[in-house]
């Protein structure tokens, strides 16, 4: 409400509103000027807690490691389960040729010498009819046990066929590959098995071919044998009649 005076002033009045008293107001006001912004609040996470929680991550890194691990070493088991022959303790053919195939190229870009060696035991109808399958698995044993026993670790042993083997030999020329399939038959044809009637001696034949990556892997298994079976072949031809 405003009014003025006899000298010009004006003079203005607070208008209270009905119902509304002066202790009121003079609170309120007093309120508001008292209002502060509001303050942050923080939360103090003890040192304790701390490595209370550290540990407990560093429990699980080593829970989940020992999972990765577990399976690992799972995969590496079935790996080597589809990889090895199903009855005797060398690679299967499949897993071979796949190797060779592998060697076979690092050979040619490296220009280093790879060989194979080709192996038939002889006469494994003549053992099976005669003496029982059960003499022939030991006849394959006994040629799968020369083999592992007498190759190198960056060699490779496989079993082709029924009663073929290949040895694959890295940093080996074919001269240096007939002397070990020399050996290797030699060794075999110093072993034998014992059946229902008598002892049996075993033999094999091989051939060996090779090269530096040239060609493939295909045709190199098929030259070694090709030479096996003429070795074979010059065997049955000097047996007498």
Known sequence: MMATNGAGDVLVSAIVPPNITGAFCTRKSADYRDERPP???????????????????????????????ARDAEIAKLKTMVDQDMFLPLLN???????????????????FP???IYMDLNNMKQINDRF?????????????KVLREN?????????LGGDEFGLLMMQSDIKAARQKASELARL???????????????SVSYGVAGGSGDGSVSAIISIADRRMYEMKNSARRAEPD
């Open 39 to 69: 303050r942050k609040t923080t939360f103090a996470v003890s040192q304790t807690d701390h490595q209370q929680q550290i540990r407990a991550l560093e429990e699980e890194i080593a829970r989940l490691q020992q999972e990765l691990g």
């Open 114 to 116: 790879v060989a194979l």
């Open 188 to 202: 075999v044809a110093s072993t034998s098995i014992e059946t229902p009637k008598r002892a049996l001696a075993l």
């Open 132 to 144: 029982g399958h059960e003499a022939g698995d030991r006849a394959l044993r006994s040629v799968a």
């Open 151 to 159: 190759c190198r670790d960056s060699d490779l042993a496989g079993r």
């Open 93 to 111: 053919r499949r897993a071979f040729e796949r190797e060779f195939a592998r060697i076979w190229s690092a050979a040619k870009r490296y220009k």
